[in-house]
């Protein structure tokens, strides 16, 4: 067998050309979605300092208008600034995607080490996980909206609940097998005490899978926000989210589908670097990949 | 066998209990009335009343929770509070569109992300297992109506090759059901697929670097072999998993297709219940889709058993 | 000792290697993974290839099977000439041709090289559809037929059975028919027999002997095991860093070994003489165990489990300064009494007393004290330190727990680095930059710094070359004479237990079968199993160490 030149090669820059230290290696990719991801968040923490219009401000004489130097996306059906609702409604879609990775992390991780260390109180845990589970996330969602009124934090708490159950299943798979590890049966010998082990030699290990279970978390929580919203579930309609802007789109989407289009594709842009950040740190942390070096 | 089949299928009856208590104190346990929530902040104190007794808020707590139990495990969901109909019979009349759609589109998901995540793991590290990933990030990271949108502005008002919304049920003629049908199946599919390749790949990924395979490569067996016979079977578990786990999502976004593409099902039905502020039916089609939700991961629990011979405890 | 001792000068060549090269194709400055190995096997011969781990020879096997992991590594020079073919200028159909017609191999995992997912009947089988076009019932009866040759009990019945419900031994003999059924002129077996028990391993080997005999097949035979070699070689080349440093019939190698490597090789191996008696020792029992006893339950509503008896009515006691070896092969029930003495599991019943204190019963909590006084070094030196943690943090891991100042026990744990042999600045250096001996200097080191009375050894050598291994034998039998303490020496290896132990237990089937001094089992074992194993152990008439027969005493 001789070394073929791989077809791949022509992507390689893409994927897998820039090495960095301790041998790891990531694309152009990844790099290209930090970038926008960063435009992204900046563009929304900095909105109110650059954006030309209110994003609230309508105005009955310029419904719908298309393109032009001043309103450069044109307006939406209420005679507000496509552009400055965008870049603005990013800011409560972030809020609450990192609200809701930050919030379910954490409790999914208290639940999961409990839950992975103990195993009286693993049986229960488990099984109210298993039921949360079965509870389709974006209906349980519009249950909590519904009952508590379109309140951002309504919205993100509808959102979190779901996620916690998988977080606490990942936390909870991590412990089991780290426990079984020799190092964690010598920390028993040596006599340390449980909580020691479980915070200082357990812990440890569900960090990485989490910070990439957090990403997907994040994105996936911009998305459910936005869905909410279209279904008419989410935020209350006076605050721009993307969600928002497309659910108002949706009416006039034969008209002019910019209206859909615009927000979506921030949307759209924002998730996919999150979720391919989130597959690059996968990839680098992922313990299996990493060569044993003797 | 036996014994892990029954500890299977006993294994639901705390999980579906938990389901129906969690239901159950959503609504009683949020702050302030329920009644008042519900009705909206118009409503006259006879609306509030209507509601309360409509959903037995009355009661002790306690109380409530027997009736409540009692009327479900009769079948009974509730009544809706605008069309005063009971809510399983609002669920059974919508109910076919959204099956027909959702079994064809899980059938269409499996057989196009399976050998997708196949050969990418077959190819790993070429273009072809590069484009699949692409695929499957792009997959989910549009959200569904964003899609739906799309191929609607494609297909159907672009192109004119498809009617832009609708349906019509398979008994009024396959070619009218299918052409209605496609693009929402489509739509859906698209985050499904996007799931199911992924997991495919990663679950191939590594099988395919077991001895065993190795072994079977040793022996002279073709490379399509290798990975149809030896490897997939061996991958399977996982695959079923995500697929059974992935029917959540599919439900979330039944909800959205519907309403994209017009289509009289139990999605259309809840979106006008969120709307509407008709709790009965939200709550009825939670306690639907958990149901199912439970029976479709029971059905791949006991699938394991036909994959893999060593599931016997 | 009798070795083999035929000719081959007449019989065709089977194999020819002709300088092999291996390359990491993405690494142009690494050093080649093969450098110009030169290998030749004939028709009926055995050729063993002995090396350390790292030293190439599974590279080797795999590069003749065109199985080396694509991207990974790639055959950049050299041929591989089968009946004078190159198969390195083969394509992947005339290749997979060449597969289990020509050149089979078997492998070092029983366990995991079969499909868990297909009955091995099937698994066989394939081999048939693969290369051949025979009927149903024909194909069936040569399934049965080579099932029968390899001497499977009740074919019928492993026919249908899946891997799972099949034994190490019985596994490796379906490898083997796999291997066989179509005869082919050469079989790989790359350390076939490394992951079964020694008695597994004695059957194993003579069947491999067997069927080469009736067929003619040449065998290149893969190992680390000197003994192995001594049993079944024609010719035996050694290798080393993807060189082959040594080749000649295996016993002019054995006798006269030329290169230094090749000599520290065999002194390495450790024999199978008892060590000398040392004086009986002062003083009460460090540890002492009675009656212990471990069962597994059957629990669970719908599982009828027979509770199985991991250990029942274990005995023994340790003096302080000696050394107490538990020999078994797996399920013999060894680690089950290590992990109840360590309390890392909980006995059903019986004592164990650790001076005067009796722990057995004592709840986790009240344990940690006494934990102290026993440790524990595992086998795997790649997972029983923490990756995350320096090699400091672990070892003041135990002392912070009892107490110590923080200082003081850095200081400590630098003083121990150096008892144990490494440089006291690799305190500051995480796992991953050690070898696996290096860490298993850590791990003892970490016991020791308890300053217990008992050290439990759990086959804490076993994953190691043997190289290595005398190494940290003997920083063990150091450590004994200086700090006094007393070892429990969990192994499967008689070789090893010969060289540390004072007294050895023997054990099988979760019992106590003997139970005497080391000279007294190895030389005038009482047991049938305990002569088993001992007739079982590959190469014992030889001492590999002086180069000749072994002198009975």
Avoid at chain 3, 317 to 340: D, H, M, Q, Y
Wanted: charged share 20%; aromatic share 6%.
């Amino acid at each position: 067998m001789t070394a073929t030149p791989q077809p791949a090669a022509r992507l390689q820059w893409l994927f897998g050309a820039i090495a960095l230290p301790r041998g790891w290696r990531i694309g152009a990719g990844p790099i290209i979605a930090a970038i926008v991801l960063f435009v992204i968040v900046l563009a929304a923490l900095a909105a109110p300092l650059f954006v030309p219009h209110d994003p609230m401000a309508m105005d009955a004489l310029q419904r719908l208008k298309g393109p032009s130097e001043t309103y450069l996306l044109g307006t939406d059906a209420y005679g507000r600034d496509v552009l400055s609702r965008v870049v603005t409604g990013g800011r409560v879609s972030l809020f609450i995607g990192i609200g809701a990775a930050v919030v379910s992390v954490m409790i999914g991780l208290m639940i999961g080490l409990v839950s992975g260390f103990f195993r009286l109180a693993d049986a229960i845990i488990m099984r109210i996980m298993d039921s949360l589970m079965a509870i389709p996330s974006i209906l349980l969602a519009i249950a909590l909206v519904a009952l508590n009124g379109p309140s951002i934090w309504s919205v993100m708490g509808a959102i979190t609940i779901p996620e916690i159950p998988r977080v606490v299943r990942l936390v909870r798979s991590v412990v089991l097998s780290a426990r079984e590890e020799p190092y964690v049966e010598a920390a028993l010998a040596l006599g340390s005490s449980m909580p020691k082990i479980l915070w200082q030699h357990l812990m440890p290990n569900t960090l990485a899978p989490l910070i990439v279970q957090g990403t997907y978390i994040c994105a996936s929580a911009i998305l459910t926000e936005a869905i909410l919203s279209f279904l008419g579930a989410g935020v209350s309609t006076e605050i721009p989210t993307w969600g928002n802007i497309m659910a108002e789109g949706r009416v006039y989407f034969q008209l002019k589908p910019s209206l859909i289009f615009w927000p979506g594709l921030m949307l759209s842009l924002c998730i996919l670097s999150i979720n391919l950040l989130g597959d690059t740190a996968r990839d680098l942390l992922d313990p299996r990949l990493k060569k044993r070096e003797g | 066998m036996l014994g892990y089949i029954i500890r299977r299928i006993l294994a639901v009856i705390p999980v579906m209990v938990i389901v129906a208590v969690f239901v159950f104190l959503l609504l009683r346990l949020t702050p302030g009335d329920p009644a008042a929530i519900i009705a909206g902040d118009m409503a006259t104190p006879a609306q509030l009343e209507r509601i309360r007794t409509s959903l037995g808020l009355s009661d002790p707590l306690h109380v409530q929770f027997v009736t409540w139990v009692g009327l479900l495990l009769k079948g009974e969901l509730g009544t809706s509070l605008i069309s005063n109909t009971p809510v399983t019979q609002m669920i059974g009349q919508r109910i076919w569109p959204t099956f027909n759609i959702a079994v064809m589109t899980i059938i269409l998901s499996v057989v196009i992300a399976v050998p997708m995540g196949v050969i990418a793991a077959w190819r790993h590290r070429t273009w072809v297992d590069y484009a699949v990933m692409a695929f499957s990030v792009l997959g989910f990271s549009i959200p569904v109506f964003v899609i739906g949108y799309l191929f609607i502005q494609v297909f159907s008002i672009e192109l004119r090759w498809l009617p832009v919304q609708g349906y019509a049920a398979p008994t009024d003629g396959f070619g009218k059901f299918l052409a209605r049908a496609i693009l929402p199946c489509l739509t859906l599919a698209t985050i499904y697929v996007a799931l199911i390749a992924r997991m495919t790949r990663a679950s191939m990924l590594e099988v395919l670097g077991e001895d065993y395979i190795r072994t079977a490569r040793a022996k002279g067996v073709k490379e399509t072999v290798v990975l149809f016979r030896h490897a997939l079977r061996n991958a399977a578990v996982p695959i079923m998993t995500i697929i059974g786990t992935g029917f959540a999502l599919l439900i979330g976004g039944v909800v959205v297709t519907e309403s994209v593409f017009n289509i009289p099902g139990v999605g259309r039905l809840t979106v006008d219940a969120i709307l509407a502020r008709d709790y009965p039916v939200i709550q009825g089609m939670i306690l639907l889709t958990s149901g199912l939700y439970v029976f479709i991961n029971l059905v791949i629990d006991l699938s394991y058993t036909f994959f893999d011979p060593r599931i016997r405890y | 000792m009798q070795f083999k001792t035929r000719t081959f000068d007449a019989a065709p060549t089977v194999l020819d290697i002709k300088n092999l090269t291996v390359e990491l194709p993405g690494n142009k400055t690494a050093a080649p993974v093969l450098d110009a190995v030169s290998l030749r096997i004939r028709q009926g011969e055995t050729v063993c290839l002995v090396g350390e781990s790292g030293s190439g020879k599974s590279v080797t096997s795999l590069s003749v099977m065109g199985l080396l992991p694509k991207g990974a590594l790639a055959a950049t020079g050299g041929r591989i000439e089968l009946e004078g073919k190159n198969l390195l200028e083969l394509g992947p159909q005339a290749m997979r041709d060449m597969r289990a017609q020509k050149i089979s191999m078997i492998f070092q995992e029983p366990m995991t090289a079969l499909n868990p997912v297909m009955r091995v009947g099937d698994q066989i089988e394939e081999v048939l559809d693969t290369h051949t076009r025979l009927a149903a019932r024909e194909k069936r009866a040569r399934v049965l037929d080579i099932m029968n040759q390899v001497h499977l009990p009740d074919v019928e019945r492993i026919h249908r059975s899946y891997p799972h419900q099949l034994s190490g031994g019985q596994r490796q003999r379906i490898m083997i028919a796999m291997a066989l059924i179509l005869e082919p002129l050469l079989l790989i077996a790359d350390e076939p027999t490394t992951a079964l028990d020694v008695t597994t391993q004695k059957q194993i080997l003579s069947l491999i002997a067997e069927l080469q005999e009736k067929h003619g097949t040449a065998v290149l035979f893969i190992t680390h095991d000197m003994g192995v070699v001594a049993e079944i070689a024609d010719t035996v080349h050694v290798m080393k860093l993807g060189q082959i440093v040594e080749q000649a019939p295996v016993e002019e190698l054995l006798r006269r070994p030329r290169q230094d490597y090749t000599k520290q090789l065999l002194q390495s191996v450790p024999s199978l003489t008892p060590r000398a008696p040392r004086p009986q020792p002062q003083g009460e029992a460090v540890l002492s165990v009675n009656g212990l006893q471990k069962i597994y339950g059957a629990h669970g509503v719908f599982v009828r489990r027979e509770p199985t008896r991991a250990a029942s009515d274990v005995n023994f006691s340790i003096p302080r300064g000696r050394t107490l070896g538990i020999v078994g092969e797996s399920g013999s029930g060894k680690s089950t009494v290590a992990r109840c003495i360590m309390r890392l599991i909980d006995p059903t019943e019986g004592e164990i007393r650790v001076g005067d204190r009796e722990i057995a019963t004592l709840s986790r909590r009240a344990l940690r004290p006494y934990r102290k006084h026993i440790q524990i070094v595992f086998q795997d030196p790649f997972r029983s330190l923490n990756p995350r943690w320096t090699i400091g943090q672990s070892l003041i891991e135990g002392p912070l727990n009892i107490g110590t100042d923080k200082k003081a026990a850095l200081k400590r744990a630098a003083e121990l680095l150096t008892l144990v042999g490494l440089p006291d600045d690799a305190v500051n250096r995480y796992p991953h930059q050690f070898s696996g001996g290096q860490r298993q200097r850590v791990a003892i080191a970490r016991a020791i710094a308890m300053e217990p009375d008992v050290l439990v050894a759990d086959e804490a050598v076993s994953a190691l070359d043997v190289s290595v291994q005398a190494q940290v034998l003997q920083l063990l039998d150091e450590l004994q004479q200086k700090l006094g303490i007393a070892i429990l020496f969990i192994t499967h290896d008689l070789r090893v237990a010969a060289q540390i132990c004072d007294e050895v237990v023997v054990m099988q089937h979760g019992h106590i079968v003997e139970h005497d001094t080391a000279a007294n089992v190895l030389a005038n074992p009482q047991h049938t199993y305990t002569r088993a194993l001992i007739e079982a152990a590959p190469g014992r008439a030889w001492d590999f160490a002086n180069f000749r027969e072994l002198q009975t005493a």
